[in-house]
């Protein structure tokens, strides 16, 4: 059977070959002294809290399961217009809300209303592979631009100068960003932004770990400098609501009949108890818990990269969001015998029962020397973790 050529220019997802062999070796050392610690994967260890599960289960009993609008529950869309109001101080009205089936829904939908085939699209290298493949599912072309530890990793209004050509149609950015947990400076943001507008661009970014800020500084939205900014957002990972498949986009009014179009032929609409449940994540009550585990996940943070940092694995950039460090790997590589984050990655997999993540996926600027590991785990995993690394690097 041929595959289509938009099929074949999707890369694999090199990190789920290793959760596949993380997971084997956990069955085989379950049980054990040492069983596996997974750190490879960016996915809360918290799950939704006690009034979004009862909105749930509320929602189920009383059979408000059916279809909703394709752009989501209206009384969800006014909530999370009044979160921004509130958390960020953003005027987004309502009618620019789109809730989708994910962020990833919410990609693809931005992805296919505003690229054409050919259109070349601007991001960092490293950045998360799943976003240059939705351009590629769009038929655009991702353009990795290497960036640097001293860049914190972002792209910059003079590298977006530097990279546009005849066939670039905008930017895509994520702000904090997997892999490396860090932000873009408002005022790079807003240079970035106008130089896009001045070549009547697109400027889509990726917010999903917005409210996983730890730093004044950095944690404001992109949509407090314009309403042209497209903006994808989840209720995964700040939320906690991983595996309820739920997210949204905020868009310029222009877009909004387009994007309604095509979730409506593509999706129908997101999940109705999802949707129901997540009215509840915006409660004082359940806020007050998101803080609270927010600053939990930064607790560890400060916790762990120091440990990193004492055994040879240099973190360059302190993350100041997400729940990431990305450490080169080069030295603790070298005392290992093994050479670069791939192999390093498995050495420490046998060797110490820890999962973590090679930098294969998230680009080509030096990645091969870089891991990444996430601390979206509780902190005595992480202090065992840190342990059985110590005494496998040394």
């Not at 869309?77 to 990833?104: C, H, K, L, M, N």
């Not at 040879?312 to 070298?334: I, K, M, N, T």
């Amino acid at each position: 059977m041929r595959i289509s050529r938009r099929a074949e220019r999707i890369e694999p997802f090199y990190v789920m070959e290793v959760a596949k062999a993380a997971s084997q070796l956990a069955r085989e050392v379950a049980g054990t002294s040492r069983p596996m610690i997974f750190l490879n994967i960016g996915e809360p260890d918290f799950t939704a809290p006690p009034l979004v599960q009862e909105a749930a289960a509320r929602a189920i009993h009383d059979g408000r399961t059916q279809y909703t609008d394709a752009m989501g529950l209206g009384a969800l869309r006014e909530r999370i217009s009044g979160w921004y109001a509130q958390r960020f101080g953003a005027d987004v009205p309502a009618r620019r809300i789109v809730v989708t089936a994910g962020a990833s829904a919410a990609l693809q939908l931005a992805c296919l209303a505003l690229i054409e085939a050919g259109d070349e699209i601007l991001m960092p290298d490293p950045s998360y592979p799943c976003n240059r493949h939705f351009v590629s599912a769009a038929e655009g072309d991702a353009v990795l631009v290497p960036t640097t530890a001293a860049e914190r990793y972002q792209l910059s209004a003079a590298k977006v100068r530097e990279h546009w050509g005849p066939k670039t149609r905008g930017v895509l950015l994520a702000s904090p960003s997997n892999p490396t947990g860090t932000s873009i400076h408002p005022e790079e943001l807003r240079r970035i932004h106008a130089l896009v507008q001045e070549r009547g661009g697109i400027t889509l970014l990726d917010e999903i770990y917005l409210g996983l800020s730890y730093d004044d500084t950095f944690g404001h939205t992109a949509l407090a400098i314009d309403d042209q900014v497209v903006s994808i957002n989840s209720f995964s990972k700040y939320f906690n609501m991983t595996g309820w498949r739920l997210g949204w986009m905020v868009v310029p009014d222009a877009i909004v009949p387009a994007v309604e179009r095509l979730a409506q032929n593509l999706f129908i609409c997101p999940s109705t108890v999802a949707q129901h449940a997540a009215l509840a994540c915006f409660e004082p009550e359940s806020i007050a818990e998101y803080e609270r585990r927010r600053g939990e996940f930064k607790a560890r943070r400060d916790w762990f990269i120091p440990q990193l940092q004492a055994m040879g694995l240099a973190v360059p950039v302190l993350p100041d969001g997400a729940f990431y460090a990305w450490a080169d790997c080069g030295e603790a590589a070298r005392r290992l015998g093994v050479e670069g984050s791939w192999d390093f990655a498995f050495e420490v997999m046998r060797g110490a029962h820890v999962a973590v993540t090679p930098g294969r996926d998230f680009g080509h600027a030096e990645t091969s020397r870089f891991v990444r590991f996430s601390t979206a785990n509780s902190m005595a995993q992480l202090q065992e973790a840190a342990a059985r690394l110590k005494g496998l690097i040394g």
